[in-house]
């Protein structure tokens, strides 16, 4: 069984920093790209950041320059260190993987449960 599980969520205050986590588990043989993606109350999921296998990012607009999207292959874990936060950055963030489970030739998407980011004063 194949699960995502994110971690390091919680209340921080504007301009303050936070560390997510992000752990695939089970039986997996690979996992190409990996990536984090939040939805705010009333809006729709939205990508932060992406990273390939070989370390290649891609970052949102609102987020270049205060987010950095690193991997520890591994550990098959990817992380999204946060730093001058925003109220605009509340929301959940959700993992993302595309990986191949052992014994399967297809790679296919996963999804963390997500994990809360509040960002206020």
């Known amino acids: 069984q194949v699960q995502l599980v994110e971690s390091g969520g919680g209340l921080v205050q504007p301009g303050g920093s936070l560390r997510l986590s992000c752990a695939a588990s089970g039986s997996i043989s690979g996992i190409s790209d990996m990536g984090w993606y939040r939805q705010a109350p009333g809006k729709q999921r939205e990508l932060v950041a992406t990273?390939?296998?070989?370390?290649?990012?891609n970052y949102a607009d609102s987020v270049k320059g205060r987010f950095t999207i690193s991997r520890d292959n591994a550990k098959n874990t990817v992380y999204l260190q946060m730093n001058s936060l925003k109220p605009e950055d509340t929301a959940v963030y959700y993992c993302?993987?595309?990986?191949?489970?052992?014994?399967?030739?297809?790679?296919?998407?996963?999804w963390g449960q997500g994990t809360q980011v509040t960002v206020s004063s």
């Open positions: 990273i390939t296998s070989g370390g290649t990012t």
């Open positions: 993302n993987a595309h990986l191949r489970p052992r014994g399967s030739i297809w790679y296919s998407d996963y």
